[in-house]
Structures are given as structure tokens and as C-alpha cells.
């Protein structure tokens, strides 16, 4: 496939005029990294900014005790980092392939001279920016103001919403590989607590394994509910 067709993959750049595109292919570059493959590292110098065609991408940063939080899991037509435009900065943390993973990149004094002579790929990337600060705004808020338990379930209603494979109905398959520890570092909970939120669920039939074992499926109606009020008594910490 050629470069400006895998560009217009990307939920950025779809529509755009061929002029647009014609800049963007010029300056951009493609990279597959395969499952495991640190992309960059946290203090590095901010050198790109990062498309994703195809796969999963991590990014996290550790603490001094080696503790591991997950910052975000982004996949196909999310970019990366969302920092560093027009100013020298270190990369805000790690960022690892958790699938194979297609990205294509720009240099970000390349970046930055395509959005300046572009207003509507400018007016593009500030919506997409302010659509994550409003994302970050609302796991803070569920952080303070919700227990353990509508942390666990709101985090699937977002995953089920960017990962998940409708199977009909209010049934959706969670494609994406992540244990319960790693969704318990996403809200900075204990492998615990989720595991006993799942099991909880489980017993409601609202979560439950595909026929291969190796993908949960989400009844999201339940699920909200669950949420709208979550009823007292019916709730795990």
C-alpha cells in the first residue's frame, strides 16, 4: 500500500485535499514496530510525533519503587505523544508496541511547519488534543469522586467503546490484550480489587469469556446500569 493511502487511514488525515496530503506524504515516514518494542523512552528529547495505522501502543512511566502506571492505551487513528508542539521537551513517558504495530511519524520541526502553513490540519490536531484533555478531565474526576468498583466499570465502558467488536445488541468483544493488572495500573487501583470487580460482574453475567477463551465480552447495557445509579449493597471496593 502506498504511503499517502495508509496516511489517509488515519482519522486525522482522512478527507483532507490532495494538496494537504501531498505535504503530509512528503514528510512522513513508516515504521512497524513488533509487539514489545519500546518506540521511545521516557526524558528522551522529543523528537516526533507518532501516527498509529495499525495496532496497540502502550504508554507508561515507573516510579522509583519500579511500579509500573499505564498512562494510556491508544490504538489505530490515535496519535502520540500529545505534548511537545512548538516547544523542546522530553518524551512524557514510555511508549512500548502491545500489538505489531504501523505508525507512521513526522519529525516535529516538520510537524510544526505543516500545521503553520495549514489552518485546516491546525483546526484538526487542536480538536483532537482537546478531545484528550476532556478525556483526562473526566478519568480525574472518576478517580475523586468514585470507589473502586465504578472505576473498574466505567474503564470498561471506555475500552468497549475504543476496542470493542460489536457483536449485536449490547454485547461487545473486548479486543484488547489487557490483564487485570495492567487495567488495575490504568486507575491506580490493586490487581485485586479488579479481579474481584470481574468476578462480580461474572456472576451478573454482564462480563464473561468468548468461546476461545481469550476475549471478554462486555454486555454494555448492564453495564451502565450498573452505573446509573450503581446500587447500594450491590457494589465491591
Known amino acids: 500500500m502506498e504511503l499517502k493511502a495508509k496516511l489517509k487511514r488515519h482519522c486525522l488525515f482522512v478527507d483532507l485535499p490532495e494538496e ?3 505535504d503530509l506524504e512528503t514528510n512522513a515516514q ?3 514496530f513488533r509487539k514489545g518494542d519500546h518506540i521511545f523512552f521516557h526524558g528522551e528529547e522529543q523528537l516526533a ?5 495499525g495496532g496497540i501502543v502502550k504508554i507508561y512511566r515507573t516510579d522509583a519503587k519500579g511500579r509500573e502506571q499505564i498512562l494510556s492505551v491508544l490504538n489505530e487513528g490515535e ?3 500529545h505534548t511537545g508542539f512548538f516547544q523542546k521537551i522530553s518524551y512524557p513517558g514510555n511508549a512500548v508496541a502491545v ?3 504501523e ?3 513526522f519529525l516535529l520541526e516538520d510537524f510544526e511547519t505543516l500545521i503553520l502553513k495549514h489552518g485546516e490540519l491546525c483546526i484538526r490536531l487542536f480538536r483532537t488534543l482537546e478531545k484528550k484533555i476532556m478525556e483526562l478531565q473526566n478519568r480525574l474526576e472518576d478517580q475523586l ?3 473502586a468498583y465504578e472505576q473498574v466499570a466505567k474503564l470498561l465502558l471506555r475500552l468497549t467503546e475504543q476496542y470493542g467488536e460489536s457483536l449485536g445488541g449490547e454485547k461487545v468483544r473486548l479486543r484488547i490484550p489487557l490483564s487485570h493488572k495492567e487495567m488495575a495500573q490504568i486507575i491506580g487501583t490493586t490487581r485485586e480489587t479488579v479481579s474481584r470487580t470481574f468476578s462480580g460482574l461474572k456472576r451478573k453475567n454482564i462480563v464473561f469469556h468468548d468461546d476461545t477463551g481469550a476475549f471478554y465480552i462486555v454486555n454494555r447495557e448492564k453495564l451502565a446500569k450498573e452505573l446509573d445509579p450503581v446500587r447500594e449493597g450491590e457494589t465491591e471496593s
Open 49 to 53: 510525533v507518532y501516527f498509529i495505522i
Open 20 to 22: 494537504i496530503l501531498a
Open 99 to 101: 500489538q505489531e504495530a
Open 103 to 105: 505508525l507512521a511519524y
Open 30 to 32: 513508516i515504521k512497524t
Open 79 to 81: 496519535l502520540f505523544p
Open 145 to 147: 469522586s468514585n470507589n
